[in-house]
């Protein structure tokens, strides 16, 4: 007995995949959603407090995906800042920063600058991070240009400063 041959629809099949990859990410992000949502108003309000967010903004990054944050990464990148020394000598920095790229809106354009290549060039036009890593920027500048012989490590980024 042979198998019936099954027509090939790649467009079909693109379009079936893409659906399904959004089913699934919508389902991920309510079930974990739904676990956030069975705690308490208290416990809820505890927990904002603990990460000192607003239990407003919690229950906000609590509806973001794992990587919204992704970006950030790319962008100390791009202007030379080490995320591992941020981390190490300003972790409250480095969430912060995390916390307004979850949030940020002009994700696509932050891509398309990835993808072209201007990010460090334009990042100030959208980025709600602009402020504070055009500081880490000047801060690993200014401590480059001090760095001598007896320097010590700066706090913000592990760059070299004259204490």
Known sequence: MTQPVQAQYPTLDTVRNAVSRWVNSYRERTNQFARFGQCSPDDVDAIAKDLALSTADLRALS???PDSAANLQRMLAA???DPAAL???NPLVLRDLQRLCVMCADKQRCEHEFDTGTAAEHFHEYCPNAYTLDALVQQDAKSESA???GSE????TGAKAQW
Do not use: D, F, N
């Open 79 to 81: 202007l030379h800042v």
């Open 153 to 156: 490590s700066t706090p913000a």
């Open 63 to 65: 509806r973001k995906s």
């Open 87 to 89: 981390a190490q000598h």
């Open 147 to 149: 760095s001598e012989p």
